[in-house]
């Protein structure tokens, strides 16, 4: 779908089209826009499946990512938790000999690619006795496989941190900076704790096995915040930062903390924008990330039918599992639960791999909303089993944090900064979602165009005279 846009630089007003089916952007008279940077060109794109409830995906090795929810206990209540809402309904944690003896029968792994296991909660290390012999037989097997989880650091002490160093693995530290309270408890006001979580950072820094991984809601909003906050705790100003997006909403207690207004979206966008092209979030290695996604897709020219889910989950080589073998749509869910569109969050076990479906799930394809939306290259559809009222909060986050990347690619593409969009045919974009800041003058206005975030795998183009 076509859409024109409106911009300043300084040059004054200037008009573009960008369609998001073939990543095409051109100035209004139709002009190319010529890239400011030589962008290489990405691995080929090949189509993905479509999935949905009446045409459900396959999962099939090899696989690449494979994600082991070890349970959904946690020692901590988030109040945005993605996974409160599955918790009644969780089974028992299963057995490690039991899910290892099967093992082989089902997982196959590309020979010369080592495939990623990712252990998950709850909180991974509250299954401290499930998690090592785990670990340790599957590093036994696959010694080139990479190793991962995500862990609120609570329950990290010295004997922990050797472990995990020794394993090789690459550990995310949840924790919101400033806005921790409303993860809970804060285990950097624990000195032994504090000191574990450091002497993790300082380890595994240097290989590039470690970020504290901060999410943005209502109470947690600004990533120069953010970013300060850890560069503080670390005395590391290159300290990598993960996830760094904005929270979907699983439940009424995610909606309370996504934005609730007009007004409360249009200020987290200036706030947002100013804040990265001032070099004040350049640590969010997500945000950069998309960027330079983003501008890649432009350069050249990524095709809509080859953008699966945000999660990678709809993918046939990425695969849930709990320790009784049951695949589930993702590692967030309980095998006993169903999915908003009425299908069950078990697609099946690893005994019948083969017959597993996934049904339980939405392409942003089958969604009325997603082909007609802007940001769709960079939002991809947010999350795929959310369905009714909780899917358009998390719909309405997404874009607001998507305009954010939208508009810091186009400036750096362009020169100029995206003020309003609006589509070209059929019914126009929502009057929240064409005027991208709220206010022309407040973002605009006299904006000198600064490239300010770091493209590290983009250089600029050199001039032939």
Same mark, same amino acid.
């Not at 076990?349 to 339980?360: C, D, F, N, P, Y």
């Given at each position: 779908?076509?859409?024109?846009?409106?911009?300043?630089?300084?040059?004054?007003?200037?008009?573009?089209?960008?369609?998001?089916?073939?990543?095409?952007?051109?100035?209004?008279?139709?002009?190319?826009?010529?890239?400011?940077?030589?962008?290489?060109?990405?691995?080929?794109?090949?189509?993905?499946?479509?999935?949905?409830?009446?045409?459900?995906?396959?999962?099939?090795?090899?696989?690449?990512?494979?994600?082991?929810?070890?349970?959904?206990?946690?020692?901590?209540?988030?109040?945005?938790?993605?996974?409160?809402?599955?918790?009644?309904?969780?089974?028992?944690?299963?057995?490690?000999?039991?899910?290892?003896?099967?093992?082989?029968? #089902?997982?196959?792994?590309?020979?010369?690619?080592?495939?990623?296991?990712?252990?998950?909660?709850?909180?991974?290390?509250?299954?401290?006795? /499930?998690?090592?012999?785990?670990?340790?037989?599957?590093?036994?097997?696959?010694?080139?496989?990479?190793?991962?989880?995500?862990?609120?650091?609570?329950?990290?002490?010295?004997?922990?941190?050797? #472990?995990?160093?020794?394993?090789?693995?690459?550990?995310?530290?949840?924790?919101?900076?400033?806005?921790?309270?409303?993860?809970?408890?804060?285990? /950097?006001?624990?000195?032994?704790?504090?000191?574990?979580? /450091?002497?993790?950072?300082?380890?595994?820094?240097?290989?590039?096995?470690?970020?504290?991984?901060?999410?943005?809601?209502?109470?947690?909003?600004?990533?120069?915040?953010?970013?300060?906050?850890?560069?503080?705790?670390?005395?590391?100003?290159?300290?990598?930062?993960?996830?760094?997006?904005?929270?979907?909403?699983?439940?009424?207690?995610?909606?309370?903390?996504?934005?609730?207004?007009?007004?409360?979206?249009?200020?987290?966008?200036?706030?947002?924008?100013?804040?990265?092209?001032?070099?004040?979030?350049?640590?969010?290695?997500?945000?950069?990330?998309?960027?330079?996604?983003?501008?890649?897709?432009?350069?050249?020219?990524?095709?809509?039918?080859?953008?699966?889910?945000?999660?990678?989950?709809?993918?046939?080589?990425?695969?849930?599992?709990?320790?009784?073998?049951?695949?589930?749509?993702?590692?967030?869910?309980?095998?006993?639960?169903?999915?908003?569109?009425?299908?069950?969050?078990?697609?099946?076990?690893?005994?019948?791999?083969?017959?597993?479906?996934?049904?339980?799930?939405?392409?942003?394809?089958?969604?009325?909303?997603?082909?007609?939306?802007?940001?769709?290259?960079?939002?991809?559809?947010?999350?795929?089993?959310?369905?009714?009222?909780?899917?358009?909060?998390?719909?309405?986050?997404?874009?607001?944090?998507?305009?954010?990347?939208?508009? /810091?690619?186009?400036?750096?593409?362009?020169?100029?900064?995206?003020?309003?969009?609006?589509?070209?045919?059929?019914?126009?974009?929502?009057?929240?979602?064409?005027?991208?800041?709220?206010?022309?003058?407040?973002?605009?206005?006299?904006?000198?165009?600064?490239?300010?975030?770091?493209?590290?795998?983009?250089?600029?183009?050199?001039?032939?005279?």
């Amino acid at each position: 779908m076509r859409f024109v846009i409106d911009a300043l630089g300084p040059q004054g007003r200037q008009r573009f089209v960008y369609d998001n089916v073939t990543s095409s952007l051109t100035q209004g008279d139709g002009r190319p826009v010529a890239m400011p940077f030589e962008i290489p060109a990405p691995a080929p794109w090949q189509s993905v499946s479509a999935i949905s409830r009446d045409t459900p995906g396959l999962k099939g090795g090899p696989f690449r990512r494979i994600k082991i929810q070890l349970g959904l206990q946690c020692n901590y209540a988030c109040s945005y938790c993605n996974q409160a809402s599955q918790r009644p309904a969780q089974e028992g944690a299963g057995r490690v000999d039991a899910f290892l003896a099967t093992l082989a029968t #089902w997982l196959s792994v590309e020979r010369h690619r080592a495939p990623t296991f990712e252990f998950w909660g709850g909180e991974p290390l509250v299954y401290w006795k /499930l998690l090592q012999p785990l670990a340790e037989a599957l590093r036994q097997r696959h010694p080139d496989a990479g190793l991962f989880l995500i862990t609120n650091g609570a329950l990290l002490d010295t004997a922990k941190v050797d #472990w995990l160093d020794r394993m090789g693995f690459a550990v995310g530290i949840s924790h919101d900076g400033p806005g921790q309270a409303a993860r809970g408890p804060d285990p /950097l006001e624990v000195p032994a704790t504090r000191a574990a979580i /450091l002497d993790l950072y300082r380890r595994f820094k240097p290989q590039g096995r470690v970020s504290f991984n901060a999410m943005l809601h209502r109470g947690n909003a600004s990533r120069a915040q953010v970013q300060a906050f850890f560069v503080a705790l670390t005395g590391d100003a290159d300290v990598p930062i993960g996830e760094g997006h904005w929270i979907d909403a699983y439940d009424d207690a995610g909606v309370r903390a996504c934005l609730r207004s007009p007004a409360e979206h249009a200020m987290f966008r200036r706030q947002a924008f100013a804040e990265a092209r001032a070099g004040c979030a350049s640590n969010f290695g997500a945000l950069r990330g998309k960027v330079e996604a983003f501008m890649a897709s432009i350069a050249h020219r990524r095709p809509a039918s080859s953008l699966g889910q945000k999660c990678g989950m709809d993918r046939a080589d990425h695969l849930a599992v709990d320790l009784h073998g049951n695949v589930l749509t993702c590692q967030n869910v309980a095998a006993g639960t169903a999915a908003p569109n009425g299908q069950p969050h078990r697609l099946g076990t690893t005994a019948a791999i083969e017959r597993v479906a996934l049904a339980s799930g939405t392409h942003w394809s089958r969604r009325p909303e997603c082909p007609r939306c802007p940001v769709l290259h960079i939002c991809r559809g947010s999350c795929m089993f959310l369905e009714g009222p909780l899917w358009q909060t998390s719909c309405d986050a997404a874009y607001s944090d998507a305009v954010v990347v939208f508009a /810091l690619a186009f400036e750096l593409l362009t020169g100029t900064v995206p003020l309003r969009i609006d589509a070209l045919e059929g019914e126009p974009l929502p009057d929240t979602r064409r005027d991208l800041f709220g206010s022309d003058a407040r973002v605009g206005a006299g904006a000198v165009v600064r490239r300010v975030i770091p493209i590290h795998s983009m250089s600029p183009v050199r001039s032939s005279a």
